[in-house]
């Protein structure tokens, strides 16, 4: 099934991506030429989604190098500088600072000659982007088995080929069973208070043809309870070692109705989103956002003045409640910590 968009593109000296936060209103391309630029997309949600904004720093640290070779200064320098303002844009998904990692250990391998030293991040970012689209394939293919042959399933926020590089992960999946002819209706959850369930997925699947059906978060347990739930699969933002699994705030929540109800709970994500370093889900670091998103709606108040919120932008959900994790590699079954250690040997 081909996608009928492009998230993000490179093109040669500039970063293109199609600016999420007025989808579905406008499809507007913004081009980015600096680092600087490319932080400030990461941090205003221009691009967002876990694989999404490690490829898109990966384009940002080439563009720091590039501008750093053309003016005569000493790339290695503007490398550092870039990578540390990248890495501040947003703490929770794991991608970013794996795509940075990969990109710095890359950086120290090189000669100090500039210019092949540009052409070389160039290659390795153009790498993190097509090796995170065949991921996402990869994922659909293995992850298309899981899903009913015929049924209604749930995704929580957006894991599509906007998140991604293309493809998706959770989409990916739906995608793929799809393609391969199962009957798959999807239950896109609103995801409050930032809307990429109803603004991005509802966007995503309603384009590329996929039967959906978009609900306010409050009421996915009702059509639990109603037996109208047949799976769920959402995407990661981060997944510990033992399997437990950052996500888009009211995951959790979807877990423990999938658990009550007898559900499977998937996630799918690919290996970049597992950080062998956090134990467990105490140590996931979980962005707070304004409260001016929860105060309002669509730039219109709803909540009194000077009401103090609490924003968070992702939960986790332990491990236990996890069905089975997809990756580009295979499935992974419960106890997870045995296959995620194998899954880096
Ligand atoms: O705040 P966002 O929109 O960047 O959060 C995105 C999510 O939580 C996604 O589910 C996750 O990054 C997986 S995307 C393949």
């Known amino acids: 099934m081909r996608v009928t ?45 876990a694989p999404a904004i490690g490829v898109a720093a990966a384009f940002g640290l080439v ?12 790339w290695r320098e503007a490398f550092r500088t870039a990578a540390e303002m990248l890495g501040a844009t947003r703490p929770t ?10 990109m710095r250990r890359g950086a120290s391998m090189l000669s100090d000659d ?28 293995h992850g298309a088995k899981l899903l009913p042959r015929s049924g209604s399933v749930l995704t929580h926020c957006n894991a599509g080929a906007l998140a991604t590089a293309g493809y998706g992960t959770a989409l990916g999946v739906i995608r793929a069973a799809v393609a391969a002819g199962k009957r798959i209706h999807v239950y896109v959850d609103e995801t409050r208070p930032f809307l990429q369930g109803a ?5 995503e699947l309603s384009k590329d043809k996929i039967p959906c059906t978009l609900i306010t978060d409050n009421m996915a347990a009702k059509l639990f309870g109603d037996g ?9 933002d981060r997944i510990a070692r033992n399997g437990d699994v950052a996500n888009k705030i009211g995951t959790y929540g979807v877990a423990v109705l999938c658990r009550v109800h007898k559900v ?35 730039g219109r108040r709803v909540a009194p ?41």
């Open 199 to 203: 603004r991005l997925t509802a966007w």
């Open 5 to 49: 968009f492009r998230t993000i593109e490179w093109t040669g000296d500039a970063l293109l991506l199609l600016d999420q936060r007025i989808l579905p209103g406008r499809e507007t391309v913004r081009r980015y030429a600096t680092a600087r630029g490319v932080a400030d997309a990461i941090r205003t949600m221009v691009v967002r989604g």
């Open 264 to 298: 499977p709970f998937y996630v799918a994500a690919p290996r970049s989103t597992i950080d062998l370093g956090v134990r467990s889900v105490k140590e996931i670091p979980i962005e707070e956002r304004n409260g001016r998103e929860v105060t309002h709606f669509m």
């Open 114 to 141: 500039p210019r092949e030293s540009l052409r070389a991040l160039e290659r390795e970012a153009v790498a993190v982007y097509e090796e995170d689209l065949a991921a996402n394939r990869a994922m659909g293919a």
């Open 93 to 102: 998904a794991v991608n970013l600072f794996w795509a940075i990692e990969r």
């Open 305 to 345: 003045d000077g009401i103090r919120v609490y924003n968070p932008a992702f939960d986790v959900t332990p491990a236990r409640y996890v069905s089975a994790i997809v990756t580009e590699k295979g499935v992974l079954f419960p106890p997870f910590s045995r296959d995620i250690r194998a899954l880096f040997r």
């Open 63 to 74: 563009l720091a190098v590039r501008s750093a070779v053309r003016g005569g200064r000493p």
């Open 228 to 236: 109208k739930i047949h799976a769920a699969i959402v995407g990661a």
